[in-house]
C-alpha cells in the first residue's frame, strides 16, 4: 500500500489550500480515512486528527477545522482529499492522510494498524 500526497503548500492568511492522497494497493471507502496534523513536539499519530470520513461517508472534523475544511473522496481516483479555507497561521503544520488497515470505528484511526501519507508541510503566513 503507497499514499503519495501532492498539492500546493503555502498561502497568505485568508487563502485556500487542496490536498490530494491518492492510493496504490488500497480501495478506498472501505475503511476509515483522515487527515492529521503534525505540531513540533508531538508524534505524527499523536497529532491533530482534523478530519475523518468513515466508510458510510459521514464525515467529522475537529473544532479547530470545522466550517473551514472539508474532507472528500474520489472512488474513481482512488483518492481522498483535504479542502481547505480561511486558512490561519495556526494552521500550519505537517498534514498527513491516514487510511485504516483494518475495519473499525473511526476514533481507532491512527491508533491500530494505519497506513500513511509521505506528509505535506503547508505554511500558512500573515
Known amino acids: 500500500v503507497e499514499l503519495v500526497e501532492s498539492g500546493e503548500t503555502s498561502v497568505q492568511s485568508g487563502g485556500s489550500l487542496r490536498l490530494s492522497c491518492r492510493a496504490t494497493?488500497?480501495?478506498?471507502?472501505?475503511?476509515?480515512m483522515g487527515w492529521f496534523r503534525q505540531v513540533p513536539g508531538l508524534e505524527r499519530e499523536k497529532g491533530e486528527k482534523?478530519?475523518?470520513?468513515?466508510?458510510?461517508?459521514?464525515?467529522s472534523y475537529a473544532a479547530s477545522v470545522q466550517g473551514r475544511f472539508s474532507i472528500s473522496q474520489d472512488n474513481a481516483k482512488n483518492t481522498l482529499y483535504l479542502l481547505m479555507d480561511s486558512l490561519v497561521p495556526d494552521d500550519t503544520a505537517i498534514y498527513y492522510c491516514?487510511?485504516?488497515?483494518?475495519?473499525?470505528?473511526?476514533?481507532?484511526?491512527?491508533?491500530?494498524?494505519?497506513?500513511w501519507g509521505q506528509g505535506t508541510q503547508v505554511t500558512v503566513s500573515s
Open positions: 491516514a487510511f485504516d488497515a483494518t475495519p473499525g470505528p473511526c476514533y481507532g484511526l491512527g491508533i491500530g494498524a494505519t497506513y
Open positions: 494497493g488500497y480501495i478506498i471507502g472501505r475503511y476509515c
Open positions: 482534523v478530519a475523518h470520513i468513515d466508510s458510510d461517508g459521514s464525515a
